[in-house]
């Protein structure tokens, strides 16, 4: 680009520093008499193989994939600023060194689908948007891309559908990670491809032509014997504090179908009587309440507590110990804090309290997910089967 009427000139460089993997910054570079301000570009590449007079990146070998798209990336740098130059020329205006820099300081995030996925991620995590744990999973859903695609930037307009469809079956062959795991990343990053698309940075989003379904996991619930065996173990005096916290817990929303997040949330002041009134967390940006009868059994685990119901602990703490806790208490299946509402799921089946009275309980929106409690009954399987008894004698 040549100098502006006020001396500001833009070219592409390499970084002199090295990075561990043998890698340089490629920057655009902004200078104005003595100013000189380099902005990256967001791509790394080799010393060796950039051209000082052609300003761009040359092939690693034969047939490098990256070092097209990577050079039209940095070659929009340089067209963005002949036409602001060409604008400020027929306005009769100087351009500065700050006009250039306001309009290039977030084009490596529209052009870097990393960057954006992880600086949108920040952003709605600030403004309370999403909260932490949805913060973290998206994070990591953003990490497992980076460990297949394996380079240090990725270029929006390169997630195609073949790229999706190469990485779902990395993901379960290579990664060996599950079908609803990899749903899971697929749903996190169809997302953020959605948000490019509103802000016009690809036309389309590839995920419209790529689908992925949740599956019924393996679910596991608690019979009667076992819930018992655990209420024994909460009264054992000898039973760490620790312990006895995360079990009053579990057992509350073994009593009540509560998940995780609204137990941690759960304050005295929601205790109207023998209900509790709450805004459930999934239901909180439509500012939906529930009202909750509670038995004697769930009001008795809470007794004379005020302020927050129940200590805080990490959610990777509370399912660790809650191992060890199923342990002591001779229960053999692989305990989770989710367990708990499963297992009032299916106690309220066996039961035979009505379905559409659990879907309610329980904040579900859709009867076809509670009706997953129904499949998990092993007594009411028992009950049906044995109405063939009652009807059919040999």
Same mark, same amino acid.
């Given at each position: 680009?040549?100098?502006?009427?006020?001396?500001?000139?833009?070219?592409?460089?390499?970084?002199?520093?090295?990075?561990?993997?043998?890698?340089?910054?490629?920057?655009?570079?902004?200078?104005?008499?003595?100013?000189?301000?380099?902005?990256?570009?967001?791509?790394?590449?080799?010393?060796?193989?950039?051209?000082?007079?052609?300003?761009?990146?040359?092939?690693?070998?034969?047939?490098?994939?990256?070092?097209?798209?990577?050079?039209?990336?940095?070659?929009?740098?340089?067209?963005?600023?002949?036409?602001?130059?060409?604008?400020?020329?027929?306005?009769?205006?100087?351009?500065?060194?700050?006009?250039?820099?306001?309009?290039?300081?977030?084009?490596?995030?529209?052009?870097?689908?990393?960057?954006?996925?992880?600086?949108?991620?920040?952003?709605?995590?600030?403004?309370?948007?999403?909260?932490?744990?949805?913060?973290?999973?998206?994070?990591? @859903?953003?990490?497992?891309?980076?460990?297949?695609?394996? !380079?240090?930037?990725?270029? +929006?307009? %390169? =997630?195609? *559908?073949?790229? $999706?469809?190469?990485?779902?079956?990395?993901?379960?062959?290579?990664?060996?990670?599950?079908?609803?795991?990899?749903?899971?990343?697929?749903?996190?990053?169809?997302?953020?491809?959605?948000?490019?698309?509103?802000?016009?940075?690809?036309?389309?989003?590839?995920?419209?032509?790529?689908?992925?379904?949740?599956?019924?996991?393996?679910?596991?619930?608690?019979?009667?014997?076992?819930?018992?065996?655990?209420?024994?173990?909460?009264?054992?005096?000898?039973?760490?504090?620790?312990?006895?916290?995360?079990?009053?817990?579990?057992?509350?929303?073994?009593?009540?179908?509560?998940?995780?997040?609204?137990?941690?949330?759960?304050?005295?002041?929601?205790?109207?009587? @023998?209900?509790?009134?709450?805004?459930?967390?999934?239901? !909180?940006?439509?500012?939906? +309440?529930? %009202? =909750?009868? *509670?038995?004697? $059994?769930?009001?008795?685990?809470?007794?004379?507590?005020?302020?927050?119901?129940?200590?805080?602990?990490?959610?990777?703490?509370?399912?660790?110990?809650?191992?060890?806790?199923?342990?002591?208490?001779?229960?053999?299946?692989?305990?989770?804090?989710?367990?708990?509402?499963?297992?009032?799921?299916?106690?309220?089946?066996?039961?035979?309290?009505?379905?559409?009275?659990?879907?309610?309980?329980?904040?579900?929106?859709?009867?076809?997910?509670?009706?997953?409690?129904?499949?998990?009954?092993?007594?009411?399987?028992?009950?049906?089967?044995?109405?063939?008894?009652?009807?059919?004698?040999?």
């Amino acid at each position: 680009m040549k100098k502006s009427r006020a001396g500001l000139s833009c070219y592409i460089v390499i970084d002199s520093r090295v990075n561990p993997n043998g890698l340089s910054k490629i920057l655009f570079r902004i200078q104005q008499a003595r100013v000189k301000r380099d902005l990256y570009t967001g791509i790394k590449w080799p010393r060796t193989f950039f051209s000082q007079t052609t300003q761009q990146l040359l092939p690693r070998n034969a047939n490098d994939p990256d070092v097209q798209p990577y050079n039209l990336q940095i070659n929009e740098f340089k067209t963005r600023a002949h036409r602001m130059a060409l604008t400020g020329y027929l306005e009769k205006t100087d351009i500065t060194i700050d006009d250039i820099v306001n309009e290039f300081k977030n084009m490596h995030v529209a052009e870097d689908f990393f960057s954006f996925m992880e600086v949108n991620a920040n952003e709605l995590y600030n403004q309370d948007t999403i909260v932490n744990g949805t913060w973290r999973r998206h994070k990591c @859903s953003l990490n497992i891309l980076k460990l297949y695609y394996n !380079r240090e930037t990725l270029p +929006i307009g %390169r =997630l195609s *559908l073949e790229l $999706i469809e190469k990485f779902d079956a990395w993901a379960r062959t290579k990664h060996k990670a599950g079908h609803n795991t990899v749903c899971g990343y697929h749903k996190d990053i169809k997302k953020y491809l959605s948000m490019a698309v509103r802000k016009c940075l690809i036309a389309k989003n590839p995920y419209a032509d790529f689908s992925f379904a949740y599956v019924d996991g393996d679910r596991v619930a608690l019979n009667q014997e076992e819930i018992n065996n655990l209420i024994t173990l909460f009264k054992h005096p000898l039973l760490e504090h620790n312990d006895r916290e995360i079990l009053r817990r579990f057992l509350f929303s073994c009593f009540t179908g509560l998940r995780i997040s609204d137990t941690g949330l759960l304050n005295s002041s929601m205790i109207h009587g @023998s209900d509790l009134v709450f805004i459930p967390f999934k239901g !909180r940006s439509q500012g939906k +309440i529930l %009202r =909750l009868p *509670l038995q004697n $059994i769930a009001m008795q685990l809470i007794d004379g507590r005020a302020g927050m119901l129940f200590q805080k602990f990490s959610h990777g703490y509370i399912n660790e110990r809650l191992k060890i806790i199923g342990a002591r208490a001779s229960i053999f299946k692989r305990l989770t804090y989710h367990c708990a509402r499963d297992t009032f799921g299916t106690q309220a089946v066996e039961m035979n309290v009505h379905i559409k009275l659990i879907s309610e309980m329980m904040g579900h929106s859709d009867l076809k997910t509670t009706s997953i409690y129904l499949k998990m009954s092993d007594a009411e399987k028992r009950r049906a089967m044995g109405k063939f008894d009652d009807r059919f004698k040999l």
